[in-house]
T-cell receptor
Framework: GENVEQHPSTLSVQEGDSAVIKCTYS??????FPWYKQELGKRPQLIID?????GEKKDQRIAVTLNKTAKHFSLHITETQPEDSAVYFC?????????????FGTGTKLQVIP | DTGVSQNPRHKITKRGQNVTFRCDPI?????LYWYRQTLGQGPEFLTY????????KSRLLSDRFSAERPKGSFSTLEIQRTEQGDSAMYLC???????????FGPGTRLTVL
Protein backbone atom coordinates (compact mmCIF):
# COMPACT_ATOMS: atom_id res chain seq x y z
CA GLY A 1 0.00 0.00 0.00
CA GLU A 2 0.85 3.66 -0.07
CA ASN A 3 3.46 4.98 2.36
CA VAL A 4 3.82 8.70 3.11
CA GLU A 5 6.82 10.11 4.95
CA GLN A 6 6.81 13.64 6.34
CA HIS A 7 9.62 15.85 7.60
CA PRO A 8 10.38 17.53 9.88
CA SER A 9 8.34 16.27 12.80
CA THR A 10 8.69 19.62 14.57
CA LEU A 11 9.46 23.06 13.20
CA SER A 12 9.93 26.36 15.01
CA VAL A 13 10.09 29.63 13.10
CA GLN A 14 10.03 33.28 14.00
CA GLU A 15 6.91 35.19 13.12
CA GLY A 16 7.22 36.54 9.60
CA ASP A 17 9.63 33.84 8.44
CA SER A 18 8.74 31.06 6.00
CA ALA A 19 8.06 27.43 6.88
CA VAL A 20 8.55 24.46 4.60
CA ILE A 21 7.27 20.94 5.20
CA LYS A 22 8.27 18.09 2.91
CA CYS A 23 6.61 14.77 2.13
CA THR A 24 7.40 11.77 -0.03
CA TYR A 25 5.05 9.05 -1.23
CA SER A 26 5.64 5.58 -2.58
CA UNK A 27 2.79 4.75 -4.97
CA UNK A 28 3.09 6.42 -8.37
CA UNK A 29 -0.67 5.92 -8.83
CA UNK A 30 -1.41 8.56 -6.18
CA UNK A 31 -3.15 11.43 -7.91
CA UNK A 32 -4.41 13.80 -5.22
CA PHE A 33 -2.42 15.40 -2.41
CA PRO A 34 -4.28 17.27 0.34
CA TRP A 35 -2.76 19.10 3.28
CA TYR A 36 -4.62 19.29 6.57
CA LYS A 37 -4.11 21.59 9.55
CA GLN A 38 -5.04 20.30 13.00
CA GLU A 39 -5.07 22.67 15.93
CA LEU A 40 -4.80 21.23 19.41
CA GLY A 41 -7.98 19.36 20.31
CA LYS A 42 -9.68 20.19 17.03
CA ARG A 43 -10.56 18.36 13.85
CA PRO A 44 -8.22 18.21 10.82
CA GLN A 45 -9.17 20.85 8.26
CA LEU A 46 -8.14 20.99 4.62
CA ILE A 47 -5.97 24.02 3.87
CA ILE A 48 -4.82 23.32 0.32
CA ASP A 49 -4.70 20.42 -2.12
CA UNK A 50 -3.09 19.63 -5.46
CA UNK A 51 -3.82 17.15 -8.20
CA UNK A 52 -1.15 15.13 -9.96
CA UNK A 53 -1.54 17.05 -13.23
CA UNK A 54 -0.48 20.30 -11.57
CA GLY A 55 3.02 21.20 -10.40
CA GLU A 56 2.24 24.09 -8.09
CA LYS A 57 -0.73 25.73 -6.44
CA LYS A 58 -0.90 28.86 -4.35
CA ASP A 59 -3.52 30.30 -2.03
CA GLN A 60 -2.50 33.57 -0.37
CA ARG A 61 0.38 32.73 2.02
CA ILE A 62 0.21 28.99 1.37
CA ALA A 63 1.65 27.14 -1.60
CA VAL A 64 2.15 23.50 -2.46
CA THR A 65 4.55 22.04 -5.00
CA LEU A 66 4.52 18.55 -6.48
CA ASN A 67 7.31 16.63 -8.19
CA LYS A 68 5.74 13.48 -9.63
CA THR A 69 8.99 12.11 -10.93
CA ALA A 70 10.65 12.24 -7.54
CA LYS A 71 7.38 11.46 -5.75
CA HIS A 72 7.64 14.31 -3.32
CA PHE A 73 5.56 17.34 -2.48
CA SER A 74 5.99 20.28 -0.17
CA LEU A 75 3.98 22.87 1.73
CA HIS A 76 5.29 26.42 1.90
CA ILE A 77 3.90 28.98 4.32
CA THR A 78 5.19 32.52 3.93
CA GLU A 79 4.97 35.40 6.41
CA THR A 80 4.07 33.04 9.21
CA GLN A 81 1.77 34.21 11.98
CA PRO A 82 1.19 32.83 15.49
CA GLU A 83 -2.19 31.47 14.38
CA ASP A 84 -0.36 29.23 11.92
CA SER A 85 0.87 27.21 14.91
CA ALA A 86 -0.66 23.74 14.60
CA VAL A 87 0.09 20.22 13.39
CA TYR A 88 0.14 19.89 9.61
CA PHE A 89 -0.49 16.59 7.84
CA CYS A 90 0.31 15.83 4.26
CA UNK A 91 -1.53 13.03 2.51
CA UNK A 92 -1.44 11.08 -0.72
CA UNK A 93 -4.59 9.73 -2.25
CA UNK A 94 -5.33 7.01 -4.79
CA UNK A 95 -8.57 6.43 -6.65
CA UNK A 96 -9.92 3.15 -5.31
CA UNK A 97 -13.32 1.78 -6.21
CA UNK A 98 -14.55 5.23 -7.14
CA UNK A 99 -13.36 7.04 -4.02
CA UNK A 100 -10.09 8.58 -2.92
CA UNK A 101 -8.24 6.37 -0.43
CA UNK A 102 -6.14 8.74 1.66
CA UNK A 103 -2.88 7.90 3.42
CA PHE A 104 -1.61 10.51 5.87
CA GLY A 105 1.89 11.42 6.90
CA THR A 106 2.91 11.48 10.54
CA GLY A 107 2.50 15.22 10.94
CA THR A 108 4.65 18.30 11.52
CA LYS A 109 4.15 20.37 14.63
CA LEU A 110 4.72 23.97 13.60
CA GLN A 111 5.40 26.58 16.25
CA VAL A 112 5.48 30.22 15.21
CA ILE A 113 7.29 32.31 17.79
CA PRO A 114 5.97 35.87 18.14
CA ASP B 1 -23.77 23.41 12.93
CA THR B 2 -23.85 21.79 9.50
CA GLY B 3 -20.50 20.03 9.80
CA VAL B 4 -19.73 16.43 10.70
CA SER B 5 -20.64 15.63 14.28
CA GLN B 6 -19.52 12.77 16.51
CA ASN B 7 -20.76 11.48 19.83
CA PRO B 8 -19.61 11.02 22.44
CA ARG B 9 -16.58 13.31 22.37
CA HIS B 10 -14.86 11.37 25.11
CA LYS B 11 -15.28 7.80 26.34
CA ILE B 12 -13.48 6.11 29.20
CA THR B 13 -14.06 2.41 29.56
CA LYS B 14 -12.57 -0.60 31.26
CA ARG B 15 -10.76 -3.29 29.34
CA GLY B 16 -13.15 -5.91 28.06
CA GLN B 17 -16.16 -3.62 27.77
CA ASN B 18 -17.94 -2.82 24.51
CA VAL B 19 -18.22 0.74 23.21
CA THR B 20 -20.16 2.34 20.38
CA PHE B 21 -19.51 5.66 18.69
CA ARG B 22 -21.78 7.61 16.40
CA CYS B 23 -21.01 9.82 13.41
CA ASP B 24 -23.44 12.15 11.67
CA PRO B 25 -22.00 13.26 8.33
CA ILE B 26 -22.82 16.40 6.41
CA UNK B 27 -26.38 15.76 5.25
CA UNK B 28 -25.87 15.55 1.49
CA UNK B 29 -22.62 13.56 1.70
CA UNK B 30 -23.00 9.97 0.54
CA UNK B 31 -19.46 8.86 1.43
CA LEU B 32 -18.37 8.23 5.00
CA TYR B 33 -15.02 7.21 6.42
CA TRP B 34 -13.70 6.14 9.81
CA TYR B 35 -10.10 6.78 10.85
CA ARG B 36 -8.08 6.14 13.99
CA GLN B 37 -5.49 8.62 15.19
CA THR B 38 -2.97 7.93 17.93
CA LEU B 39 -0.75 10.51 19.58
CA GLY B 40 1.87 11.88 17.24
CA GLN B 41 0.50 10.11 14.19
CA GLY B 42 -1.69 10.99 11.27
CA PRO B 43 -5.17 9.53 10.86
CA GLU B 44 -5.17 5.88 9.74
CA PHE B 45 -7.94 4.63 7.49
CA LEU B 46 -10.29 2.07 9.02
CA THR B 47 -13.31 1.74 6.75
CA TYR B 48 -15.37 3.42 4.03
CA UNK B 49 -19.09 3.54 3.22
CA UNK B 50 -20.81 4.66 0.08
CA UNK B 51 -24.41 5.22 1.09
CA UNK B 52 -25.25 2.19 3.24
CA UNK B 53 -22.69 -0.14 1.66
CA UNK B 54 -19.40 -0.79 3.44
CA UNK B 55 -17.04 -1.00 0.49
CA UNK B 56 -13.62 -1.22 2.08
CA LYS B 57 -12.12 -2.23 5.41
CA SER B 58 -8.53 -1.84 6.52
CA ARG B 59 -6.56 -4.72 7.95
CA LEU B 60 -6.40 -2.53 11.06
CA LEU B 61 -10.08 -3.31 11.59
CA SER B 62 -9.94 -6.52 13.59
CA ASP B 63 -12.90 -8.81 14.17
CA ARG B 64 -13.67 -6.88 17.35
CA PHE B 65 -14.53 -3.82 15.28
CA SER B 66 -17.75 -3.42 13.35
CA ALA B 67 -19.19 -0.44 11.56
CA GLU B 68 -22.63 0.17 10.14
CA ARG B 69 -24.46 2.83 8.21
CA PRO B 70 -27.96 1.36 8.09
CA LYS B 71 -29.83 4.07 6.22
CA GLY B 72 -26.97 5.72 4.44
CA SER B 73 -26.98 8.62 6.86
CA PHE B 74 -25.37 8.31 10.32
CA SER B 75 -22.84 5.60 11.07
CA THR B 76 -21.83 3.69 14.17
CA LEU B 77 -18.49 2.13 15.06
CA GLU B 78 -18.55 -0.57 17.71
CA ILE B 79 -15.54 -2.04 19.46
CA GLN B 80 -16.13 -5.24 21.38
CA ARG B 81 -13.96 -6.49 24.24
CA THR B 82 -11.88 -3.33 24.25
CA GLU B 83 -8.13 -3.54 24.82
CA GLN B 84 -5.72 -0.87 26.05
CA GLY B 85 -4.28 -0.69 22.54
CA ASP B 86 -7.64 0.55 21.30
CA SER B 87 -7.08 3.86 23.11
CA ALA B 88 -7.02 6.50 20.39
CA MET B 89 -8.99 9.28 18.75
CA TYR B 90 -11.61 7.89 16.36
CA LEU B 91 -12.33 10.33 13.56
CA CYS B 92 -15.19 10.26 11.11
CA UNK B 93 -15.14 12.09 7.78
CA UNK B 94 -17.59 12.52 4.94
CA UNK B 95 -17.46 13.58 1.33
CA UNK B 96 -19.63 13.92 -1.72
CA UNK B 97 -19.26 11.72 -4.78
CA UNK B 98 -17.31 13.47 -7.47
CA UNK B 99 -15.33 15.58 -5.01
CA UNK B 100 -12.08 14.82 -3.22
CA UNK B 101 -12.25 16.81 -0.01
CA UNK B 102 -13.06 14.87 3.13
CA UNK B 103 -14.61 16.85 5.97
CA PHE B 104 -13.68 15.61 9.40
CA GLY B 105 -15.67 15.47 12.60
CA PRO B 106 -14.22 16.47 15.99
CA GLY B 107 -13.51 12.87 16.91
CA THR B 108 -14.25 10.59 19.83
CA ARG B 109 -11.36 10.12 22.22
CA LEU B 110 -11.40 6.60 23.66
CA THR B 111 -9.43 5.71 26.77
CA VAL B 112 -9.34 2.06 27.79
CA LEU B 113 -8.21 1.51 31.36
Amino acid sequence: GENVEQHPSTLSVQEGDSAVIKCTYSDSASNYFPWYKQELGKRPQLIIDIRSNVGEKKDQRIAVTLNKTAKHFSLHITETQPEDSAVYFCAASISSGGYQKVTFGTGTKLQVIP
Amino acid sequence: DTGVSQNPRHKITKRGQNVTFRCDPISEHNRLYWYRQTLGQGPEFLTYFQNEAQLEKSRLLSDRFSAERPKGSFSTLEIQRTEQGDSAMYLCASSLSGTNEQFFGPGTRLTVL
